[in-house]
């Protein structure tokens, strides 16, 4: 009966944030928080993907701005950017604009960078304009920043915020198996803290689409690489849940972005220590963005997906591909972009 009553209302509280999708954003309640997704950004760097009367480059600060004119209001206590910062790695003037965006958070909201396969400048993943524009010696003043093994392509965060006591962590596309021994050890260090861990690719076509249509690929954790291709270094999203993700029972959540061919995707799934993981995609333009709100006491997050620029929610997409691919016409719904997820963020942290 208590399952069958938990189910109803969580629908009545799904319903109530679709209606709220024509409605306006409302202000963060007391005891709650936010936490802002920002989507790829590649399009807005080099200058497509305006939105109504501003150029991609302006969108990009146009959002960022916004998140600093509304972190009272929305109680935002963090940014995580789910890589492709540029589009293309090797040209400076798109790392200029990004860091420009960029620039209006830093010292006003805790923030995470990932880096994409669109971030990097070879196929070893070699990535030195991220570095020379995001390095390590950007962070380290700061006491919520944890830490990098090589100078911030990879990083973790730690955020204490309304009773919880959070760890975010930043992999890159692909991390290979240095990279996820590292961050095994970092979760290990801090079992206490419920983990948000944003990398790059990770939802999308389960295999490569090659000449069939995107449309007609399964979607869901994907199994195959982009990046760190050289000597076959780099992990697939699968081999990223069996190597590290899966193991560690106060990892709560996995989010990523890669996909504009599928935009919005979220599933859920259960780790070795029976602990819940969702896994959210989102890769949409229009100056949209993730807006995370936790409601400790509720035990709930309410997820939006919303365009300062527009000033509008999203209820919904439909994404084609450009030449030579072929349209591919995924449909994303009102709910891939308006959700709440059920967590339990009061009792212990799983495992301790």
Known sequence: MRRNTTMALMFTLCLALASAAAAQLTPAPEGTFTVVVLPDTQDYADGGSPSGDLSGQEVFGAITQWIVDNQQEQRIVFVSHVGDIVNSAKVREEWEVARGAIDALHGVVPYGLTIGNHDMSSGRGEKPLFEEFFGADRFEAFDWYGGTPDNNANSYQLISVEGLDLLFMHLECNAPDDVLAWADGVLREHPDRRAIITTHMWLGPITPWGDSSYADIPKGRMQWTKCHKSED??????????????LHPNVMMVLCGDQRGTQAL??????????????????????????????????????????????TFCDGTKATMSAPRQPIGIVTDITQHQFILSHDLTGPVPGM
């Open 233 to 246: 270094r780099g992990n697939s999203p699968q081999q990223m849940w069996d190597e590290l993700v899966s």
């Open 266 to 311: 979220r599933t859920q799934t259960v780790g070795e220590h029976d602990n819940i993981v969702h896994e959210l995609l989102s890769d949409i333009r229009d100056g949209y963005i993730r807006l995370m709100r936790f409601h400790p006491a509720e035990n709930r997050i309410d997820v939006m997906t919303y365009s300062p620029t527009l000033k």
